[in-house]
C-alpha cells in the first residue's frame, strides 16, 4: 500500500541549531504535501505545505524541501527554540475531491538547552 | 479565535456504555474528518463528510458511527467502547486542501 514514512522516530539538537526532520513517501502521483507539528496533549498544528511542482518552499524559520527523484521531503527548522518541541509528521494529500490525508509515523525533536 | 472546536477535551466513560463526542466548526468548510490516535502513533481517518456525503474507511470498525447534522457540526459515536478504543479523538475540517485540526478529545475507557 501507499504510504508516507519518516527515517527516524527521535531528534535532539541543540538550542539554536538547525534541525532538518526527513519524511519518505512512496506515492508518486501525489502532488501535495504538508508538515504538521503536534505537542503534547494538543492537535496538529499546521506549519508548511508544498506541491508536487515545486522543489522548496520557505516560511519563517522553516523550510521545506521536496525531491521527487528519491520521493523524499524535509523539513528545515532553523534556530530552534524551547518550544519546537513537539512531534513533526508530515502528510501527503491525495487531492481528488474530498481530500485524504496519509500521515508518516512522526518524529519526536527534542530541544536541548 | 476557536476555529475548530472539540467537547469535551477529556472524556471518561465506562466499557460497552456508548459515548458520543462532538465537534464544531466556523471556518464554514465544506470537508469534516474524524480521527483516531493512540499514543505515539500518527492520525489515523475513521471517516470523512464531504458536505452531507458520508465516508467511511474500510478498516473502521462498525462500532464507530458518526453523524453530520448541518455544516457546522459532526458528531462521533462509539457505540460499545471497548478498551482498545482508548485514544485521542482528532476533528479536522478543510474547504480546499489544507486540513485544519481541533485540541482533540482524550477517551478514556474504564
Known amino acids: ?113 | 479565535d476557536a476555529m475548530v472546536i472539540q467537547n469535551p477535551r477529556y472524556q471518561v466513560t465506562q466499557f460497552g456504555k456508548p459515548v458520543t463526542l462532538s465537534c464544531s466548526q466556523t471556518l464554514n468548510h465544506n470537508v469534516m474528518y474524524w480521527y483516531q490516535q493512540k499514543s505515539s502513533q500518527a492520525p489515523k481517518l475513521l471517516f470523512h463528510y464531504y458536505d452531507k456525503d458520508f465516508n467511511n474507511e474500510a478498516d473502521t470498525p462498525d462500532n464507530f458511527q458518526s453523524r453530520r447534522p448541518n455544516t457546522s457540526f459532526c458528531f462521533l459515536d462509539i457505540r460499545s467502547p471497548g478498551l482498545g478504543d482508548a485514544a485521542m479523538y482528532l476533528c479536522a475540517t478543510s474547504s480546499q486542501v489544507r486540513q485544519f485540526f481541533g485540541p482533540g478529545t482524550r477517551l478514556t475507557v474504564l
Open chain 1, 1 to 113: 500500500g501507499e504510504s508516507v514514512g519518516l527515517h527516524l522516530p527521535t531528534l535532539s539538537v541543540q538550542e539554536g541549531d538547525n534541525s532538518i526532520i526527513n519524511c519518505a513517501y512512496s506515492n508518486s502521483a501525489s502532488d501535495y504535501f504538508i508538515w504538521y507539528k503536534q505537542e503534547s496533549g494538543k492537535g496538529p498544528q499546521f506549519i508548511i505545505d508544498i506541491r508536487s511542482n515545486m522543489d522548496k518552499r520557505q516560511g519563517q524559520r522553516v523550510t521545506v524541501l521536496l525531491n521527487k527523484t528519491v520521493k523524499h521531503l524535509s523539513l528545515q527548522i532553523a534556530a530552534t527554540q524551547p518550544g519546537d518541541s513537539a512531534v513533526y509528521f508530515c502528510a501527503e494529500n491525495k487531492v481528488q475531491g474530498a481530500q485524504k490525508l496519509v500521515f508518516g509515523q512522526g518524529t519526536r525533536l527534542t530541544i536541548n538547552p
